[in-house]
């Protein structure tokens, strides 16, 4: 009688996969792919669960059938981005919007890692920088990295974009951190994002002096 055979299903690297029996069919087998696992992956395993090894299909992945797209033309924080680009300092962005200024023809970026992260990144930099966060980079995982950075007292300038929505993945609905931020960061000022003289003298100013800033800049995003 043949033995059952048993589909592992797991993202990332093979780690379960590795520690059972050869009767395993996964990554290692051909069966699934390596990174992101999607529900016509796991058919095409079912389909293919009397062979012990299938052919791995590889296909090159692009910025465009990853369905990425560019910044809007019509971004209210597009004249911030431009300013910033003016001043020639590190920049450090994230996964939310901010990264879609990472290429062409602003290539603001200087690096971007993952969502709520600009802020420990910029930490790093071997001078004062910037770093570029939304509201919901900043609720998801970004105020542990705004503590530590006072607690270390490190230095770098934090403008929060501030659109009250989570625009990367679907538009829902962000809490308003401003009283916390401004709580604890009393070096805070809210800015308008379209006012491109006014931010770029705070920052040339807040840049040279010790410590962290931030800025919060309010508008709305058109798409919601």
Same mark, same amino acid.
């Given at each position: 009688m ?7 299903v ?7 996969? !590795?520690?059972?029996?050869k009767?395993?069919l996964? %990554?290692? /087998?051909?069966h ?8 016509g992956d796991?058919? %095409? ?8 090894i299938v052919k791995r299909?590889?296909?090159?992945? /692009?910025?465009?059938?990853?369905g ?7 971004c ?13 300092v590190?920049?450090?962005g994230?996964?939310?919007c901010s990264?879609?200024t990472s ?8 690096a971007a890692?993952?969502?709520g992260s600009?802020i420990? /990144?910029?930490c ?8 570029i966060?939304g509201?919901?980079?900043l609720?998801?995982s ?9 607690h270390n ?6 403008i929060?974009l501030?659109?009250d929505?989570?625009?990367?993945t679907?538009?829902?609905d962000?809490p308003?951190l /401003?009283g916390i931020?401004?709580?604890?960061i %009393?070096?805070?000022a809210?800015?308008d994002?379209?006012?491109?003289t006014?931010? !770029?003298?705070?920052?040339e100013? !807040?840049?040279?002096?010790?410590g962290i800033?931030?800025?919060?800049? %309010? ?5 919601y």
């Amino acid at each position: 009688m043949e033995h059952s055979r048993v589909l592992v299903v797991e993202e990332t690297e093979p780690v379960i996969e !590795k520690q059972l029996s050869k009767r395993v069919l996964g %990554k290692l /087998t051909g069966h699934m792919p390596y990174g992101l696992v999607e529900a016509g992956d796991v058919q %095409k395993a079912i389909e293919n669960i009397n062979y012990d090894i299938v052919k791995r299909d590889i296909v090159p992945q /692009t910025i465009q059938s990853r369905g990425a797209r560019p910044l809007c033309v019509d971004c209210p924080y597009l004249p911030l981005y431009n300013m910033i680009k003016e001043l020639d300092v590190p920049v450090a962005g994230d996964l939310g919007c901010s990264i879609m200024t990472s290429s062409p023809p602003l290539s603001l970026l200087d690096a971007a890692f993952s969502l709520g992260s600009s802020i420990g /990144t910029a930490c790093g930099f071997n001078r004062k920088g910037i770093a570029i966060i939304g509201d919901f980079g900043l609720a998801h995982s970004g105020i542990p990295a705004l503590i530590n950075a006072v607690h270390n007292e490190h230095e770098a300038v934090v403008i929060l974009l501030q659109n009250d929505v989570a625009a990367m993945t679907g538009g829902q609905d962000v809490p308003d951190l /401003t009283g916390i931020v401004k709580y604890y960061i %009393k070096d805070t000022a809210i800015v308008d994002p379209a006012n491109k003289t006014i931010i !770029k003298s705070l920052l040339e100013t !807040k840049l040279k002096t010790r410590g962290i800033s931030v800025f919060i800049a %309010k508008a709305r995003c058109p798409r919601y």
